[in-house]
Nanobody, 124 residues
């Protein structure tokens, strides 16, 4: 079992930055791919970014490419999502998820473990 806890969300003006963190406990992060997803009320959960289990490959939704950066620190058992140049349309609850020896898929149903989410609000 892996427990995931997100942090770092908050309110920021458009153009600002936030850094989300996902802390894992229960098992080492070393063999897990990590994905970040987001969801707004009434809409489906949306893929944001992913990093494969080895940390060598990263993937991004077109809407965040060039603005967001995903990383994984196996020594600290954390994963991070650096979000720059934020836009009001980035407002959502952000979730991290873990997938055992995963490739970093965009499919949310491939991830076994999920955090509770952290709210990100970007004001215009």
């Amino acid at each position: 079992q892996v427990q995931l806890v997100e942090s770092g969300g908050g309110l920021v003006q458009a153009g600002g930055s936030l850094r989300l963190s996902c802390a894992a406990s229960g098992r080492t992060f070393g063999n897990y791919a990590v994905g970040w997803f987001r969801q707004v009320p009434g809409k489906e959960r949306e893929f944001v970014a992913a990093i494969n289990w080895s940390g060598r490959s990263t993937y991004y939704a077109d809407s965040v490419k060039g603005r967001f950066t995903i990383s994984k620190d196996n020594a600290k058992n954390t994963a991070n999502l650096q979000m720059n140049s934020l836009k009001p349309e980035d407002t959502a609850v952000y979730y991290c998820a873990a997938d055992w020896v995963g490739p970093g898929t965009q499919r949310h149903d491939e991830y076994e473990y999920w955090g509770q989410g952290t709210q990100v609000t970007v004001s215009s």
